[in-house]
């Protein structure tokens, strides 16, 4: 570009009406898009121009070098329309040519080329103007010495936001979407402009008028892919304002890029916007590699990166033809890389790495790295730069930025502002990195809490769904357990700490700890609600939660429910399928403080089912609760053909309503009940005779269900356990309980309230070997206090043909 001397008055732009030729070519060279402009200035017809070659419809010659005498020379406008017509440019290019048809009057040319990429065919857009006619305007103006075609990335002329609000309609007329696509590339990659002097310019735009602008002296910027002309020098105080706008254009770049990345926490979405960012406007081909803790959610990568060192190529973002380096370079591959490779200088150095121009024994070496596949083709010739992904100076990353060999090599102001970029891009990153992180510790902890139920308990099969959050963070403080308790009873639990994240789910961990731990001691539920809320108290002011605690006698078919604060349970009849939302008094959530629990009971009989769940899967923000509790109800009561996939027709049916946010815990239980000839129960004096009649009383019972084979041992365990309670009486009551089930339960009642430990007994001693032996020979066992003393129970498996059947 050649300077001239400075005007010493105002220079004026050109305002008026510029007619368009606006050409759609598609990937096999053939015209898609014909305009009334381009029939116009080049001849032919739409008619006859749609589906030709277009370089048969376009006779143009190569840029203009010194073509007529009243234009100064432009030279090295980049390469002429045949080359981007001939599919040899894959960044925007601009520039004047000689239209030479026989048997026409020789005329210049403007022309400004956008290669398009995306899914439809169009991959060529070509905008043209009549020189000759602009150069009369300006010759009737009177201020302009020459003009020559060129893009502007940040316009700032009166009238820019129009332009960009009516560039489509300079643009073929097409689908929305398609027209959206090749707009949104344009606007990306600069708007095409006329270069009046040097220091005016005004855009091309089709059919309406440019308002003038006075004394604009802020120098043309160019952009980043416009070859400068070195036909002259420019003038000092010119090459100033050249090198000033060049600098000010970087950093509109680098504000630009930084904008445009880093809108989402998600370390997928934040990797492909850092990738998107710099293509096609800085580099044509983008890969970035990242280390294989990063990808892991693990911590902070520790020491520096080797040869050994894994990275993943996790984005690729090109400009060439779709699916050219899909085979070659996959996403997803990890490899190390050499220390002779300029990635390997670039990681260990945490500087970025230029290379003018990739040699063959460059590109060789390079391929060299890529077992049966030859990169070569892809990466020879081109210019590289390697900028590391740095945060808190440890490198978790690089990107690998190519430009085609028709394009400027990468320099040295392009290593600083790659250098910056990725600096932007590495802080980014890592913030994405420690979100991800700190959400997989978030999981882990709450998977770990969560406890694994049990599927079928004496009388009672469970199953059970958790679904974290989507919207508000995936941790929350939702749980639900089961609970054996003595009698053949099982507690039921469904529970939901208030807020999301770390806090909250270590507070449910506590929680179900401490209801696991009362549970054991046999309180009612009103009573258990009332020290959970008293322990939360305790442990501060914060913890806020509601809970759903409920007790299932098999035996006598009965539910004793408290609820604090909770969404109510449902059940579902086993005689007519009926569901009911039920009625439960309802207390504060646990930690308020001052507010009675009050404990409901519920008649229930074999097969009905009790729905529990935690707010998430019926709560919808904006909308009325009882729409999803009326949902959960006549979804609940759908047939099913098993728990599980009762458990599905719930979620199916209440979690695709959309806006779901938090964290979502569902429990149910079958109730099935025992039937009271399967349970045999006897009470004993604390006399040691009793030990003899205990195992003839099991022995008698066992032979009456058809359980033989067993005898023996559960003889045995009966003996030891009643001999235990005799021999250290507290009330004289001992109680003794047989449950037949999926398993032969065995419980010994008795009113001391001090619990039997294992005990190591010697050869010579004559106690403590009543719990070995119990230890040994049952499937399970353990203790409990009760509110009158403590219950010792056993359960033996029973064989098939024993079991009783449900």
């Not at 080329?113 to 300006?138: K, S, T």
């Not at 406007?281 to 990166?305: H, K, N, S, W």
């Not at 270590?506 to 696991?516: I, N, Y």
């Not at 009362?518 to 442990?539: F, G, I, N, T």
Request: with cysteine.
């Amino acid at each position: 570009m050649d300077s001239g001397t400075p005007p010493t008055s105002p220079q004026l732009a050109v305002a008026g009406r510029i007619p368009l030729a606006v050409v759609v070519v598609d990937g096999d060279g053939l015209v898609s898009h014909w305009s009334s402009g381009a029939r116009k200035l080049f001849g032919p017809a739409k008619e006859e121009a749609v589906g030709r070659s277009a370089s048969d419809l376009l006779p143009v010659s190569g840029a203009l070098e010194q073509s007529y005498e009243d234009y100064d020379a432009f030279d090295e406008l980049g390469p002429g329309l045949d080359a981007p017509l001939t599919g040899r440019t894959a960044y925007p290019s601009a520039g004047r040519a000689t239209l030479s048809e026989p048997g026409r009057e020789r005329s210049d040319v403007l022309w400004w080329a956008y290669p398009l990429v995306g899914p439809g065919p169009e991959r060529l857009l070509v905008l043209a103007a009549d020189a000759a006619l602009l150069h009369q305007a300006a010759d009737d103006d009177g201020s302009v010495e020459r003009i020559a075609p060129g893009f502007a990335l940040h316009t700032d002329f009166p009238g820019a936001d129009e332009l960009a609000r009516r560039l489509p309609e300079i643009l073929p007329s097409m689908s929305v979407g398609e027209s959206a696509r090749i707009v949104a590339q344009v606007l990306e990659l600069g708007y095409p402009v006329l270069e009046f002097s040097q220091h005016d310019r005004v855009p091309v735009t089709p059919d309406w008028g440019v308002p003038r602008r006075a004394e604009h002296r802020a120098g043309r910027r160019r952009h980043p892919l416009e070859p400068v002309s070195p036909a002259q020098p420019p003038a000092p105080e010119f090459a100033a304002d050249l090198e000033y706008a060049a600098v000010r254009e970087r950093l509109e770049f680098l504000n630009e890029v930084s904008g445009r990345i880093g809108s989402s926490l998600d370390l997928a979405r934040t990797i492909q916007e850092v990738s998107a960012a710099v293509v096609p406007r800085f580099t044509d081909v983008a890969g970035t590699y990242l280390r294989e803790q990063v990808i892991a959610g693990e911590g902070f990568p520790d020491g520096p990166p080797d040869e050994r060192t894994l990275w993943h190529r996790v984005a690729l973002e090109h400009v060439d033809q779709p699916g050219r380096w899909d085979d070659v370079v996959p996403v997803g591959e990890s490899m190390p890389f050499p220390a002779h490779t300029p990635f390997f200088q670039c990681m260990t150095s945490g500087e970025p790495v230029l290379v003018p121009r990739i040699s063959e024994q460059l590109g060789t070496a390079i391929a060299s790295q890529f077992e049966k596949r030859d990169i070569r083709p892809l990466i020879t010739g081109r210019s590289m730069l390697v900028v590391p992904l740095k945060a808190r100076n440890v490198v978790l990353g690089f990107m690998i930025l190519l430009r085609h060999a028709e394009r400027a090599e990468f320099n040295d102001m392009d290593r600083v502002t790659g250098a910056e970029l990725a600096a932007r891009a590495g802080l980014v990153l890592d913030n994405a990195r420690m979100y991800t992180y700190q959400e997989s510790v978030a999981d882990t902890l709450q998977d770990s809490m969560l406890p694994q139920v049990a599927p079928r308990t004496a009388g009672c099969d469970t199953a059970t769904r958790y679904l974290p959050g989507t919207l508000l963070g995936r941790v929350g403080g939702d749980w639900f357990d089961s609970i054996k308790l003595p009698g053949s009873r099982t507690a039921l639990v469904v529970g939901d700490v208030m807020g999301h994240g770390l806090n909250s789910a270590a507070m449910m961990g506590q929680l179900r700890t401490a209801v696991q731990t009362m549970a054991a001691l046999d309180l009612p539920p009103d009573q258990l609600l009332r020290s959970l809320d008293d322990l939360a108290q305790r442990l501060g002011e914060h913890y806020l939660a509601t809970c759903l605690y409920a007790v299932y006698d098999p035996i006598r078919g009965e539910l004793l429910m408290a609820n604090a604060g909770h969404v109510p349970p449902v059940v579902v009849r086993s005689a007519d399928g009926r569901s009911e939302l039920l009625d439960l008094p309802t207390g504060a959530p646990i930690g308020v403080g001052g507010v009675p629990f009050e404990t409901a009971r519920v008649r229930v009989e074999p097969g009905d089912r009790l729905i529990m769940c935690t707010d998430g899967l019926v709560e919808v923000r904006g909308q009325d609760i009882g729409v999803g509790l009326a949902t959960l109800c006549e979804s609940a009561a759908h047939p099913a053909a098993s728990m599980d996939d009762a458990c599905d027709t719930i979620i199916r049916a209440l979690n695709t309503r959309g806006g779901r946010k938090d964290d979502v815990a569902l429990l149910m239980a079958r109730l099935n009940g025992i039937a009271a000839e399967d349970v045999a129960e006897w009470r004993l004096d604390a006399d040691p005779r009793n030990a003899g009649r205990a195992r003839r009383l099991v022995r008698e019972r066992l032979a009456l269900w058809g359980l033989p084979d067993v005898s023996d041992t559960v003889e045995l365990l009966v003996s030891e356990v009643v001999t235990n309670a005799i021999r250290h009486p507290h009330g004289g009551r001992i109680e003794l309980r047989l449950v037949r089930a999926e398993a032969l339960l065995c419980e010994v009642v008795d009113d001391d309230h001090r619990l039997p430990t294992l005990l190591s007994a010697g050869p010579a001693d004559e106690s403590g070997r009543g719990l070995r032996v119990l230890d040994a020979l049952a499937r399970e066992w353990g203790t409990s206090r009760t509110g009158n003393g403590k219950t010792v129970w056993f359960d033996v498996a029973l064989p098939a043909a024993g079991r009783r059947a449900r």
